[in-house]
């Protein structure tokens, strides 16, 4: 029998998967030749600890996958970040529930925060998508120094700081709560309607 897959907000009591989620986030960003800032198992620790963060599990503690919450410009801005999911269970749409309960625990924290994020994945785009996120350029996320500053451990940092920060290899999103309508509302977009959006959008840059 499979087992039900646990997604729930982390506590002090998740820390021994700190190692496993790093080391996780960094093959994956190896083995698919993209950009990933880099974090250490002390940070993630940190964010469990804190309650910023989601973690998902099997019944018998198996680790499945993990995101966090970054807030910046004293909770102007608000980044859900470090999103992972183990291999053995990608394609189960557990990224999509991590996301979810993230994004519901982001709101919760900041109600007032403009949610943002950097991603060169489709499938993260889509997703952010049918959260009421919408592709805007690098001029409208933070201007927070530290923020950026996370980004030196990328392997596009130079693409980054040769176009000035105005534009790289990840499309940035934005979830702004006073003009972004329901997420409800947001999820019967279809996929055609999101394909051409972005399409549009890369044409753009």
């Known amino acids: 029998m499979e087992?039900?897959?646990?997604?729930?907000?982390?506590?002090?009591?998740d820390v021994h998967y700190s190692i496993s989620i790093t080391d996780e986030m960094a093959s994956s960003a190896k083995a698919r030749g993209t950009g990933i800032a880099k974090r250490s198992p002390e940070y993630v620790a940190k964010k469990i600890e804190?309650?910023?963060s989601v973690i998902a599990h099997t019944q018998d503690g198996t680790w499945v996958g993990f995101c966090y919450i970054e807030a910046w410009q004293h909770g102007q801005f608000v980044a859900n970040s470090g999103?992972?999911?183990s291999p053995v269970f990608r394609?189960?749409?557990?990224a999509k529930k991590i996301k979810q309960t993230i994004f519901q625990l982001s709101r919760e924290k900041y109600p007032n925060a403009k949610l943002f994020g950097l991603t060169t994945g489709l499938a993260v785009m889509k997703i952010n998508s049918e959260l009421g996120y919408e592709p805007v350029t690098y001029s409208?996320?933070?201007?927070?120094?530290?923020f950026w500053a996370g980004c030196k451990s990328c392997v596009n940092y130079e693409i980054l700081m040769s176009k000035d920060r105005k534009n790289c290899m990840?499309?940035?999103?934005?979830?702004?709560?006073?003009?972004?309508?329901?997420?409800?509302?947001?999820?019967?977009?279809?996929?055609?309607?999101?394909a051409s959006k972005l399409l549009n959008w890369f044409r753009k840059k």
């Not at 087992?3 to 009591?13: C, L, W």
């Not at 409208?140 to 530290?146: A, Q």
């Not at 990840?170 to 309607?193: I, R, V």
């Open 3 to 13: 087992q039900q897959i646990i997604v729930r907000v982390a506590h002090s009591g």
């Open 50 to 52: 804190e309650g910023k």
């Open 83 to 85: 999103l992972i999911v």
């Open 91 to 94: 394609k189960s749409g557990i």
């Open 140 to 146: 409208e996320l933070t201007d927070d120094e530290e």
């Open 170 to 194: 990840c499309t940035a999103m934005l979830y702004e709560p006073k003009l972004s309508t329901t997420a409800k509302e947001n999820t019967t977009q279809s996929s055609n309607g999101l």
